[in-house]
Nanobody
Framework: QVQLVESGGGLVQAGGSLRLSCAAS????????MGWFRQAPGKEREFVAR????????AYADSVKGRFTITRDNAKNTVYLQMNSLKPEDTGVYYCAGAFVVYTRYDSWGQGTQVTVSS
């Protein structure tokens, strides 16, 4: 069983920055991929970013390209999401997800961390 714990959320003004962290613990094994998702009030959860754990290749939602950067620290089993130039529409609960068994399926999820961007 892998546990994912997010941290780093908070309240920030538009144009500001936040850095989210997600640490994997428990019966850990190397992830195949890690991702970030978010859910705004009244909306469905949506994909934000993804990173291939071994080679570090990344993918982003169009809405965050050029503003968000996903990175990982293999030694710490931690994935990060650097969020710059934040907009009010980035507000939501951000979830970390891990694909540990099948590369294309996320099988572990964190509890989420709130990000609020004020205008």
């Amino acid at each position: 069983q892998v546990q994912l714990v997010e941290s780093g959320g908070g309240l920030v003004q538009a144009g500001g920055s936040l850095r989210l962290s997600c640490a994997a613990s428990g019966r850990t094994r190397s992830a195949l991929a890690m991702g970030w998702f978010r859910q705004a009030p009244g909306k469905e959860r949506e994909f934000v970013a993804r990173i291939n754990w071994s080679v570090g290749s990344t993918a982003y939602a169009d809405s965050v390209k050029g503003r968000f950067t996903i990175t990982r620290d293999n030694a710490k089993n931690t994935v990060y999401l650097q969020m710059n130039s934040l907009k009010p529409e980035d507000t939501g609960v951000y979830y970390c997800a891990g694909a540990f068994v099948v590369y294309t399926r996320y099988d572990s999820w964190g509890q989420g961390t709130q990000v609020t961007v004020s205008s």
